[in-house]
């Protein structure tokens, strides 16, 4: 019995030797296994650099703006990126372009290198700025800035083609626009300067020019007709001072300037003297006074014929006494009334064709106001379609002027605030990290391993009572 007791008692300590044996080498090995990892890890991992660098997108607006006097007005503005919506933001944009393929291939190509050896650029948002963050990783702290140097170039090149592309196609949009509103232009100017061909109405001057010019001639032909009253009331005065007519006067004149009628009245002034004589003398049967009669009818029938013959229409004696201008002594006076009389008819007769001849003009040209009136609101409606179209056009042409000058549209150029750095110390592996990672799990094994122990002395302990 005692021997079964002590070889019991053997066993139990051996035992529980052997447990805490195999805890003690699994605690060393574990700690063994830690610390290897990350010796190991540390010299089998290639050192890596990051090169840092930083861009800002600007958030500035601008605008210019064109007047054209009596055309129209032009204006371009370049708003801020960050102004069109709250949800959107430039900046994811660029996020995007820079983690592009086309971008990470051509900078991949500068450096010959693969897209997988180039690798993709860490790039982040910096919230409530306009700045964003670029990390390139390199095997070397050149590579790393070589890396961002070959990127920040792609990335500037591609920006420049979208940039390219987005004009040429707002330049085919204005260049379609512009050809539209030239020909529009075209059509409008042909309207017009047929209209004006037709119509003989060239602009409103016309018109302004015709309506002063009616009256003008309205106010000449009232002074005509005033000149015309005067003469009229001196041709009644004449008339009835010279108790004759102004076409008696004519006549009057016309047989005085006759030098056969002036003989032929001489000779029957002469041959009635004579018989008023020889009657006087004579018995009416007397030879010489039946001769001398004789020669008066024949001066008589001469004068008779001739006045006849001037004037186209028979006289008698009374109406050649009457015209006779030198049959008083007061010849000279009535030669000069008949003068008067004859001017002054004439002067009537040209005033009374004259004011004829204004009404008739004036007549005329209220016609052609009447008709230039009628075509001067189609002639307007024509001008303002020019001027309209002129106004679209000149706009037109000037936003294309002006959009030519915004060579960055929709892709605002980019500022490099923070040039690429050359890393002085490896990024990864962090011997740091790695070191706590290590310690951290020894830490974690040995303390289960001491929790395990403390509970398995605990039951043991439990077991003995």
């Known amino acids: 019995m005692a021997y079964i007791q002590i070889s019991a008692g053997y066993s139990g300590k051996s035992a529980s ?27 089998v991992t290639p050192s890596t650099y990051t090169s840092y660098s930083a861009v800002n997108l600007p958030g500035a607006s601008s605008n210019a703006s064109v007047s054209l006097p009596g055309i129209g007005q032009a204006s371009y503005e370049n708003a801020s990126p960050y102004a069109s919506s709250s949800s959107q933001d430039p900046r994811e944009n660029y996020k995007f ?37 670029i990390e390139f990783k390199g095997a070397s702290p050149h590579e790393a800035k070589n890396k961002s140097l070959a990127f920040y170039k792609a990335f500037e090149t591609r920006l420049n083609q979208l940039r390219t592309q987005e004009a040429v196609r707002r330049d085919v949009g204005f260049q379609t626009g512009l050809d539209s509103s030239q020909k529009k232009l075209q059509i409008a100017q042909k309207n017009l300067s047929d209209y ?73 002034s002469d041959a009635s003297t004579t018989v008023v004589v020889l009657e006087s003398k004579y018995l009416p049967d007397h030879p010489t006074l039946v001769a001398e009669k004789a020669k008066l009818d024949a001066a008589q029938f001469a004068l008779l014929a001739r006045s006849q013959l001037l004037l186209g229409r028979p006289v008698n004696l009374a109406t050649i006494k009457t015209l006779n201008l030198t049959s008083t002594n007061l010849g000279s006076s009535r030669e000069v009334l008949f003068q008067e009389l004859i001017k002054v008819q004439v002067d009537q007769k040209g005033l009374t064709t004259q004011a004829q001849a204004i009404k008739q003009q004036i007549n005329l040209l209220e016609n052609r106001l009447k008709n230039l009136t009628l075509q001067e609101s189609k002639l307007d409606a024509l001008k303002r379609d020019m001027q309209v179209a002129e106004a679209v056009f000149s706009t037109t042409l000037t936003r294309l002027d002006i959009g030519k000058s915004n060579t960055f549209g929709s892709y605002p150029l980019i500022q490099i605030i923070t040039e690429p750095s050359l890393p002085d110390s490896p990024t990864e592996p962090k011997k740091s990290y790695v070191y706590l990672g290590a310690a951290s799990g020894s830490l974690f094994s040995t303390t289960g391993l001491v929790l395990l122990v403390m509970r398995a002395r605990k039951r043991k302990t439990l077991v003995t009572q």
């Open 97 to 133: 372009i820079a983690q592009s393929e086309p971008v990470l291939k051509a900078a991949a190509a500068s450096l010959n290198m693969s897209l997988g050896e180039f690798g993709n650029p860490r790039v982040k948002v910096v919230d409530n700025t306009t700045v964003m963050t």
């Open 196 to 268: 004006k061909a037709s119509s003989g109405l060239n602009s409103d001057v016309q018109i302004k020019d015709l309506t002063t010019n009616i009256e003008l001639l309205r106010r000449q032909r009232a002074e005509v007709l005033a000149s015309q009253q005067q003469a009229n009331a001196r041709l009644t005065e004449l008339s009835a001072n010279l108790k004759l007519s102004a076409p008696q006067a004519t006549d009057a004149f016309v047989l005085q300037t006759d030098q056969i009628f002036q003989q032929n009245l001489k000779n029957y």
């Open 17 to 43: 030797f052997g447990r805490w044996l195999g805890y003690l080498l699994l605690g060393l090995t574990t700690n063994v296994a830690f610390w290897v990892s990350a010796f190991l890890y540390l010299k």
